[in-house]
């Protein structure tokens, strides 16, 4: 079965410190992809990133950076030097295929809730 | 500003009343879906739909009827809901169906409160 585990449920850190998100996914495909999203408060969830699972290089976008690990299943993002703004829940998620019947359905992890004090 | 807008933000409504959310995308896309978010839960799938025709339903009740009048707009009807359907509904689009690796964009949810 495909699953996301993000086992994190809430973290807390002051302004200026970095964080990693953990995120750990299940699989039988050879073929997948990964997502994160950021929920703030107001609701809307945010498209942070997609990775397919052919590119394991890690990529960087500003302060954030996310490290794709095939052999031990993960997908972690960092947050270097966090504001006050990237206080929000963050969603990690896999793209569900069934070979010829690939759904494109998302699976979500629980989420993980970051407090960034200042 | 989002490419997703949804309507109403808030909703209150009483079990007995019949009410609707409305979703429009402005990106051009294919394919639309509903999403329900919980508290304590992991995001729900609802339906899909894919050229407005509807691809998936996750197994939901009767009393909630969506409608999918052309690819830009979604609506979901509510009727004669529970307390327990007290929840953010999420309506997302993606430019393709919803194939593996596609990138869905969420609207900003309708916060619903069943009474």
């Known amino acids: 079965a495909q699953k996301v585990t993000q086992a994190q449920t809430e973290i807390s850190v002051v302004e200026k410190e970095d964080v990693t998100l953990d995120c750990v996914y299940e699989t039988r495909d050879t073929t997948y992809y990964l997502f994160w999203y950021k929920q703030p408060p107001s609701g809307e969830l945010v498209f942070l990133i997609r990775?397919?699972?052919?590119?394991?290089q890690n990529e960087i976008s500003g302060r954030y950076s996310w490290n794709f690990q095939k052999s031990t299943s993960s997908f972690n993002f960092t947050i270097t030097a966090s504001q006050v703004v990237d206080s929000a829940v963050y969603f990690c998620a896999l793209s569900e295929s069934h070979g010829s019947s690939n759904t494109g359905k998302l699976i979500f992890g629980q989420g993980t809730t970051l407090q960034v004090k200042p | 500003e989002t490419g997703v807008t949804q309507t109403p933000r808030h909703l209150v409504m009483g079990m007995t009343n019949k009410k609707s959310l409305k979703c429009e995308q402005h990106?051009?896309?294919?394919?639309m879906y509903w999403y329900k978010q919980s508290a304590k839960k992991p995001l729900e799938l609802m339906f899909v739909?894919?050229?407005?025709?509807?691809?998936e339903n996750n197994s939901v009740p009767s009393r909630f009827s969506p409608e999918c009048p052309n690819s830009s707009h979604l609506f979901l009807h509510l009727h004669t809901l529970q307390p327990e359907d007290s929840a953010l509904y999420l309506c997302?689009?993606?430019?393709?169906?919803?194939?593996?690796?596609?990138?869905?964009?969420f609207g900003e949810g309708s916060w619903l409160t069943v009474v």
């Open positions: 997302a689009s993606s430019q393709e169906g919803p194939v593996s690796g596609n990138t869905i964009y």
């Open positions: 990775r397919n699972s052919f590119d394991e």
């Open positions: 990106l051009g896309h294919n394919a």
């Open positions: 739909y894919n050229f407005k025709e509807q691809t």
